[in-house]
């Protein structure tokens, strides 16, 4: 199979646009640090992560970077073996595009939009996990009291997220009407999940009561895709790895000589620098950011984290960094925290057992403010 292994060149969807009115932005921070990957006092430094060198060690390091899924997931794993680790990332690599069919709403063919087609229309048999990645979702939606919600896409699209062939935000601010038509399509409760066989729980039906509902799982499929490539790469024989999908990491085992894996937390007002860091381990790190995608118009800044109760994207959140034991919570937790906001998000990030976080914002003034649960301020003081 044909892949894009990415070494030093951007994907053709990569771009920076500038127009007289609009502009657009799409995070090139990850790739300006990646293609910088140098050694820092002993420690080899790519994107947000910071990993010993091994030394006095048979441990090899092991990295590569594919395209897929419209992110880059970087894979790092130490191995003795290099056919051990050729042959574990190509299964890791392969879980993704797996996954890719089965949740992309860009690709036409995906099981994910086969569903968005035909459940506005009736109840439809649907994939076994793609169902109980939708269940999960709408966990994710009640926990955060619907601030996540994967039924966001017709937001998303109108807001002209999604963008054009060329993978451009096409930018649009809707008006009062076009949000107030949509709405209603908005809500996880619109999505109805029956069971068709009482013998075989795994046989069941996805039906949207409302004929616009449609589905985006692009808050949470990447995390998952971690878990599932972490647990490939497990299963293949790989101890000590971190896998880094488009800011949604997951570290396992740790770097020869080390305890932890040291991770960067990067300042969301300028996403090349590294505002601190702290030490993972069997743990999972989620970003949402409102500078991986965004638009401009008439000076007003919109990012691409909507508020599917109001319709609107969320304004004065920077970054929210979520720390936890997998990557699917990581991935829903940042999105439905950035919607939450400073003082909501906070208090469900205390209340959740293993989960902790930081939210970066602006606060009525203009001044940029950090609010962080006791556990994640631990976590900087310790590093
Ligand atoms: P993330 O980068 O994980 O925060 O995911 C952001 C993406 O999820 C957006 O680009 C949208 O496709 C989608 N999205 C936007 N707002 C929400 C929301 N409130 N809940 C779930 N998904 C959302
Ligand atoms: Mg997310």
Known sequence: ?????????????????????????????????????????????????????????????????????????????????????????????????????????????????????????????????????????????????????????????????????????????????????????????????????????????????????????GAIGKGYAVDKAAEVLKKAGITSGLINFAGNIYAFGSPPGRKDWVIGLKDPTNSDNIKGAFRIKERAVATSGDYERFFIIDNKKYAHIIDPRTGMPVRSMLSVTIVSEDATTADALSTGVFVLGPIDGIELIESLDGVEGILIFEDRNGNVVENMSTGFKALLEKS
Request: with cysteine.
């Open 1 to 217: 199979m044909y892949r894009l292994f990415v070494n030093g060149s951007l994907g053709s969807n990569y771009k920076m646009k500038i127009t007289k009115k609009v502009s657009y932005g799409f995070s090139l921070s990850f790739v300006v640090l990646l293609l910088s990957a140098c050694l820092l006092d002993g420690n080899l430094r790519w994107n947000n992560v910071i990993a010993s060198e091994p030394n006095d060690t048979a441990l090899k390091l092991h990295r590569r970077s594919v395209y897929t899924m419209g992110s880059l997931l970087n894979i790092s794993i130490y191995s003795e073996s290099d056919d051990r680790a050729e042959r574990a990332m190509e299964k890791a690599f392969n879980e993704v595009d797996r996954l890719d069919w089965l949740m992309s709403n860009y690709k036409n063919d995906s099981e994910l939009s086969r569903i968005n087609r035909e459940a506005t229309d009736r109840p439809v048999a649907c994939n076994g996990e793609l169902i109980s990645i939708i269940e999960e979702s709408i966990r994710f939606s009640n926990i955060t009291r619907g601030g996540f919600d994967i039924t966001v896409s017709p937001l998303v699209k109108l807001w002209g997220f999604y963008g054009n062939a060329d993978g451009d935000i096409t930018g649009n601010v809707p008006s009062e009407d076009e949000l107030k038509k949509i709405i209603p399509s908005v809500s996880y409760k619109n999505i109805k999940i029956d069971v068709l066989d009482s013998d075989n729980w795994s046989d069941r039906t996805i039906f949207f009561k409302n004929r616009k509902t449609q589905i985006d799982l």
